[in-house]
């Protein structure tokens, strides 16, 4: 067996993430080294075949893409780091790549897949068109044309040659891989999180990616959930083309939503409102028990055509936000208004599918109900780093679709600042990019609670059978809580005054204006 760590070492990886983020280095390269000695030998071999023929200048950077492409589970990683603004610039360009794929499989191929699973296309009256279109990590699209009257223009996709093996191979890895954390957590200097655990669930849904006929009936429900969505399109299935290994469907010609081309910010940032709009706000206020969601929207995935629309490709991975989980957010955030800490740990502990350690999660929660009564409003960026830092110091376990959901929103994040920014990195973008999810969220939020407003008055008071999953009775105590409210904002700035106190120069620090303060 080979022996990767003189490859893949810690120094190497050090020296390609920033400087606060240089202590992953080692868990990640150990993390890398346990997945890549669990391959078999052949494909072990074919990787260093491949890093053996890059120049002796290549960077490390450059080397864990071409070794992201080898491996279908990297090459998924790569995609959702791709934009993470962390990472350094040349790091991300490098990433990138792995987000559209010129085609390496060729037309006979191709031709040799879909004739194993359709009639002669002669008889289906259809032409190939070459070349292929695009690959991505487990699938190539080609793209056809039907000869009849209706003359329809439509795309196949097919999973590539051998991948089934592959990815079912390295997902069965991740197992090891999980153990091997867990084990050394205090050796690697990284959080206990039940890495096996958290990697079964989530191994479990990657294997979606090669059913198609899942794919397929995803594709159906957002065609329908889209289809009065003037700025979004979704392919439609050519059902009478698809197989359970074939998804047929209309194409859709665009830029990668990246290269959208727009010169002026105001126009950057609709477009970016508009994915928002399209992948989140939609899932989070919809009116559905179990309102679906794309769980893989990097830049790959996303058109931007002609006529100014996005179009939402692969859904090979998707899933579901559940009511309950939907009622939960809007009671996490009804709490952090009322600046009431036991209502908040109430709802992480309901949501939490083993119970958290309790006196850890108050102390998690009062750290960021401390942030708002120092001026941060509680929005989607504030929910999701309170449960990121709830996960890892509480003990609280996620439910697969959360994850996801959570998966969904990381990639989002990185995206939408370069769509607003281009490339920069500057902190004050950033929490400007925060502010527009927010924004858009609020703005959701009032236009789904003024069309439900005549409907409340015939409501039974506990029922949240509304898009806002919001109660007549939520809304009641939350008004009644205002003075109670105005007593824990006091009562909580005052404690705060007084643990400022007990260190050096805390008063002094607390009494400077916030600007001076941060360059004190």
């Known amino acids: 067996m080979m022996e990767w760590k003189s490859l893949i070492n810690e120094q190497s990886l050090a020296s390609a993430l920033p400087g606060e983020y240089e202590s992953f280095a080692k868990p990640v390269a150990d993390a890398l080294s346990v997945f890549l000695h669990g391959l078999p030998s052949d494909r072990q071999r074919a990787i260093l075949t491949a890093q053996a023929l890059l120049p002796a200048s290549a960077s490390v950077p450059e080397r864990l893409v071409l070794l992201a492409q080898s491996c279908p589970v990297l090459h998924k990683l790569g995609q959702v780091l791709a934009r993470d603004q962390r990472l350094s610039l040349d790091f991300r360009r490098q990433l990138q790549q ?32 070459s070349p292929p279109i695009a690959e991505a990590s487990v699938a190539v699209v080609v793209g056809f044309q039907e000869l009849g009257p209706r003359g329809r223009k439509g795309v196949f996709k097919v999973p590539k040659p051998g991948i089934h093996e592959k990815l079912h191979e390295e997902l069965d890895l991740l197992q090891s891989v999980g153990e091997h954390l867990d084990q050394r957590c205090q050796e690697l200097g990284i959080p206990a999180l039940d890495y096996r655990d958290t990697f079964d669930r989530v191994r479990d849904r990657l294997r979606w990616e090669l059913r198609l006929d899942q794919e397929q009936r995803h594709l159906k429900l957002a065609y329908d959930l889209y289809a009065d969505e003037t700025s979004v399109v979704i392919p439609e299935v050519y059902e009478e083309y698809c197989t359970p290994h074939v998804t047929a469907m209309k194409r859709i010609d665009g830029e990668k939503i990246t290269d959208h081309g727009l010169e002026g910010r105001r126009d950057r940032r609709l477009l970016a409102k508009s994915l928002i709009e399209a992948l989140v706000a939609r899932c989070v206020f919809s009116a559905d028990p179990h309102a679906l969601f794309h769980c893989d929207p990097h830049a790959g995935n996303l058109l931007f055509t002609s006529d100014n629309k996005i179009a939402v490709l692969d859904w090979s991975l998707a899933s579901s936000l559940e009511e309950s989980h939907r009622v939960a957010i809007v009671q996490i955030m009804l709490g952090a208004l009322s600046l009431h800490a036991k209502k908040i740990i109430t709802v992480l502990s309901a949501i939490s599918e083993r119970p958290p350690n309790q006196d850890a999660l108050r102390s998690v929660v009062e750290s960021w109900l401390r942030r708002i009564r120092q001026g941060e409003l509680p929005g989607m960026s504030w929910l999701v780093g309170m449960i990121d830092q709830a996960v890892q110091d509480a003990n609280l376990r996620l439910s697969s679709d959360l994850i996801l959901f959570r998966k969904s929103l990381y990639t989002l994040d990185g995206l939408l600042s370069d769509l607003v920014n281009g490339e920069s990195s500057d902190q004050t973008d950033k929490k400007l990019q925060s502010a527009q999810m927010d924004g858009v969220l609020i703005e959701t939020f009032l236009k789904q609670f003024l069309v439900e407003w005549p409907k409340r008055w015939i409501t039974q008071p506990y029922s949240r059978k509304f898009a806002t999953r919001l109660s007549n009775l939520d809304l009641t105590c939350w008004m009644l809580q205002a003075p109670v409210t105005a007593t824990r904002l006091l009562t909580g700035q005052i404690r705060d005054l007084v643990q400022l106190t007990a260190k050096p120069n805390g008063v002094h620090q607390y009494l400077l204006p916030r600007t001076t303060r941060s360059s004190v």
Do not use: Y
């Not at 897949?113 to 008889?123: D, I, M, R, V």
């Open 98 to 129: 792995l987000e559209a794929l010129a085609p390496s499989v060729s037309m006979d191929e191709i031709r040799s897949l879909l004739s194993a699973e359709l009639p002669s296309l002669e008889q289906l009256g259809l032409t190939l068109q």
